[in-house]
Structures are given as structure tokens and as C-alpha cells.
T-cell receptor
């Protein structure tokens, strides 16, 4: 079964509003999670590293004030897209690794965001 | 230069044939290499990972790694229509769990 879960699976929001996406590790503690974004017919692009109890580390070109990441517990990271615009419409995916299970990096189911 | 490069395809093969997918990477310090399969609209699912030079086989899949030439490939034997998907090559940044993905190769297996 899934070890990393995302919610919601899809969301539609109005331009200018904010939307929050959750990523949970279901039966393990994840001190680090990763957020990716995928536009249609493109590859996954790493946005940021979510660190439990500290600030996220953003990849070059990703606006930290627009994509707020909070990793308040060992099983939950959230990504908030603030003041969303249509160009933010994308597939957002999180990932985490459970060291006792080995080196496999597990992905969540992904969250489709459509900004209208 | 892109860090991880793949031919976008589509690669079309008949059912039962061998599909060969290739990937090159730029960072010689890369340690771990992954192949993911992604169906349209879904999250990637891991097929295989490989760390050492040479071949690694798992069922119909064989991953091949050549660190000197900085390429990694995936062979799919006895291809099935259900194998039709986009195959993503990913490279692990040294000593982290960050993955850098290639653009993916779309595979089409026709009956």
C-alpha cells in the first residue's frame, strides 16, 4: 500500500487565492520530504526540500514567498501556493524515503492544481 | 547542459519485442540511478534502481549502468501494451534524497 499520501488529489481554485496541499508519511517518520512540480508533458522539477523543524530549502528559480512549505511534524509537510495564478496550474508531487525500508524513495499520489 | 538527458520519443515497439531506453547524466559524482514509470496523470512508480556498474535484472527489466560513459539504460523484454507509459530516468544527488529527473521517454507498445 501507499506509504506517502497526498491530499487533495485535485483542486480547483480562483486566481488570487491560496491553496494548501498536504503530504503525509503514513507509517514512518520523514525528517525530509521533497516537493516536485510537473507541467503537462514535461518532467518532474524539484521545487524544494522540506525539513522538519526548520526552513525549507528552495531550488533556484522557485519563489519561496509564493510556495510556502511547512514541515511541522515528522509525518506531515504542507505546500501552500499563495496568490495562485493560472500559470501555477500543475501536478504537484511529494516524496520521502523511509531508511529502514532501504533506498527506495516513495512518491505521493500527486495533486492536480487548476487555477481558473 | 541538462543534468539528466533522455530522448523524448515516442519509442514504438511491437508487442513481444525488446524496448531499450537510454539516459545520460552530467554529474560524475552521481551515485544512484533510478528508473520510474509514469502513466498519464499519475505519480511515478519505481521500476528499478542501480548503483554499481554493470547489469541488474528484475523480471523483464534490466538496468545497465556505465559510470565511465555516464549513461544508464533500461531494457524491457517481451514488451506488453501495458508497458506503454513514460519512463523517467532519475539521478540521486550525492548524499541526499534529492532526485533529478530526465524529461522522460514515451514508450508505445503496439499489439
Amino acid at each position: 500500500g501507499a506509504v506517502v499520501s497526498q491530499h487533495p488529489s485535485w483542486v480547483i481554485c480562483k486566481s488570487g487565492t491560496s491553496v494548501k496541499i498536504e503530504c503525509r508519511s503514513l507509517d514512518f517518520q520523514a525528517t525530509t520530504m521533497f516537493w516536485y512540480r510537473q507541467f503537462p508533458k514535461q518532467s518532474l522539477m524539484l521545487m524544494a526540500t522540506s525539513n522538519e523543524g526548520s526552513k525549507a530549502t528552495y531550488e533556484q528559480g522557485v519563489e519561496k514567498d509564493k510556495f510556502l512549505i511547512n514541515h511541522a511534524s515528522l509525518t506531515l509537510s504542507t505546500l501552500t501556493v499563495t496568490s495562485a495564478h493560472p500559470e501555477d496550474s500543475s501536478f504537484y508531487i511529494c516524496s520521502a524515503r523511509d531508511p529502514p525500508r532501504g533506498n527506495t524513495i516513495y512518491f505521493g499520489e500527486g495533486s492536480w492544481l487548476t487555477v481558473v | 547542459q541538462k543534468e539528466v538527458e533522455q530522448n523524448s520519443g515516442p519509442l514504438s515497439v511491437p508487442e513481444g519485442a525488446i524496448a531499450s531506453l537510454n539516459c545520460t547524466y552530467s554529474d560524475r559524482g552521481s551515485q544512484s540511478f533510478f528508473w520510474y514509470r509514469q502513466y498519464s496523470g499519475k505519480s511515478p512508480e519505481l521500476i528499478m534502481f542501480i548503483y554499481s556498474n554493470g547489469d541488474k535484472e528484475d523480471g523483464r527489466f534490466t538496468a545497465q549502468l556505465n559510470k565511465a560513459s555516464q549513461y544508464v539504460s533500461l531494457l524491457i523484454r517481451d514488451s506488453q501494451p501495458s508497458d506503454s507509459a513514460t519512463y523517467l530516468c532519475a539521478v540521486n544527488i550525492y548524499n541526499t534524497d534529492k532526485l533529478i529527473f530526465g524529461t522522460g521517454t514515451r514508450l508505445q507498445v503496439f499489439p
